[in-house]
């Protein structure tokens, strides 16, 4: 099956498969669309990055996803990759997934015969691998939107600023409370692990006091431990070690920033 | 199993018989003799292979051609052809923004799709965003960018006569 193309069609040419049959799902509009309804935003699996990043319901609801979606490739990449497809590759660096954990993003899985509602947390297990069964296909994703008092942010490091694949990225969304109070918040990071992990340790400090600058710097520290990165050719696991910590520490002050400088969205 | 495949380039009508799976770059530059899109990197990073698909920049290297069945592309020789050049090519000769010229093609379109949607000049780092996707490995940029700040200038002298 494909989309857009920008996975599967390199793995044609690289010789990795060649299929008999190809199933050109690019054209079908009824799976291209972004809507918000019964308290829930819909974004259909066609949707490309391009759209995402337009939507003015994202930017508000979804802000985090947003900022994942600008980070993939360059322009070309964005217009012609969809969501549908950076889920299905299943990378562990691919962007928009961590996006979509800490949003709590719910998959609508479809086959002739059947329908399955499956949370993003049970849906990935490993490099390329999800639970997606052979004639099932993503119809559907759906994320609970954000609230008012709800911001996320997400960060990325690359060898290069446009066009490259994530050695790190990690994306927050944080409920807040006043001042620097946290209410709740979910952490999740890319290019650590062979899926996207949460960070359950770093997000259970997030509410025991206001994220003052020594909370967010002991927290960076905690996410050092807690993530399980590998060696390869993009980077060293001790690099990634060092990055993972920096750029959380980085994110939660930026978002913070944010936070006390426009306050509710 | 070869098909027939009907589609618009460079707003003239194209009816093309081949593999389904074949890229719409192969069938560009084999079967339509439209050279200017290259290969390069064929996997989507370089962006020398760039085209415009509903007036969308996309990698036509990656692009399978029964994709874009009546859909209209635009390459760089449909962007403007001696004497008719457009502006951004134009002002790319002026500024000397090619070396090997290998990239120009991609770039040309990049830039196209990019000053479609704006009727001001755009800043540098507006520029750089635009043109992350395409790699040029002899210029370092710089003329690049002042070529299609020269052409957004063309553009918008042009809108003011009109």
């Not at chain 2, 760039?50 to 036509?60: G, K, M, P």
């Not at chain 2, 290998?102 to 949607?117: E, H, M, Q, R, W």
């Not at chain 2, 040029?136 to 009109?162: D, P």
Request: charged share 25%.
């Amino acid at each position: 099956m494909i989309a857009g193309g920008t996975d599967a069609a390199v793995r044609m040419k690289e010789g990795k498969w060649r299929p008999e049959v190809w199933i050109n799902i690019k054209g079908i509009h009824e799976l291209r669309y972004i809507s918000e309804k019964d308290g829930a935003i819909h974004i259909g699996p066609l949707t490309t990055h391009t759209d995402i990043i337009r939507h003015t319901l994202l930017q508000k609801k979804a802000d985090v996803l947003v900022e994942a979606a600008r980070e993939v490739g360059a322009i070309q990449m964005q217009n012609m990759g969809t969501i549908g497809g950076n889920i299905g590759t299943a990378s562990p660096a691919g962007d928009t997934i961590p996006a979509l954990y800490v949003l709590g993003a719910v998959f609508e899985l479809r086959s002739i015969t059947s329908v399955r509602l499956v949370p993003i947390e049970e849906f990935f297990i490993g490099p390329g691998k999800t639970i997606l069964k052979k004639k099932e296909m993503i119809t559907n994703i759906i994320i609970p939107p954000q609230k008012a008092n709800e911001i996320g942010i997400f960060q990325k490091l690359g060898p290069r600023k446009a066009q490259s694949i994530s050695i790190v990225n990690v994306a927050i969304s944080l409920l807040m409370g006043k001042d620097r109070k946290c209410l709740g918040g979910k952490i999740a990071f890319g290019a650590v692990a062979p899926t996207i992990i949460r960070a359950k340790k770093c997000e259970a400090l997030l509410t025991q006091q206001p994220l003052t600058d020594e909370i967010i710097q002991n927290i960076g520290k905690i996410a050092w431990k807690e993530v399980m990165p590998i060696t390869d050719g993009r980077a060293t696991a001790a690099y990634r070690r060092d990055m993972a910590s920096s750029l959380l520490e980085r994110g939660l002050y930026r978002l913070l920033r944010r936070w006390e400088n426009d306050g509710e969205k | 199993m070869m098909r027939k495949i009907l589609f618009t380039v460079n707003d003239a009508p194209c009816s093309i018989t081949c593999h389904p799976a074949k890229t719409l770059l192969d069938v560009l530059r084999e079967d339509l003799d439209l050279t200017a899109s290259k290969e390069c990197c064929g996997k989507g990073e370089c962006g020398s292979c760039s085209v415009l698909v509903n007036n969308e920049v996309v990698c036509s290297c990656l692009i399978l051609v029964g994709q874009v069945e009546n859909q209209n592309v635009i390459t760089c020789e449909g962007v403007g052809l001696t004497p008719h050049l457009d502006h951004i090519q134009e002002s790319f000769i002026e500024e000397g923004a090619t070396q090997c010229g290998y990239c120009t093609p991609g770039i040309i379109v990049s830039a196209k799709a990019f000053l479609n949607d704006v009727d001001y000049v755009p800043s540098v780092d507006e520029i750089k965003t635009a043109l992350g996707g395409n790699l040029c490995r002899c210029t370092g940029y710089s003329k690049i960018i002042q070529a299609i700040k020269t052409a957004a200038e063309k553009n918008l002298k042009e809108l003011g006569t009109v």
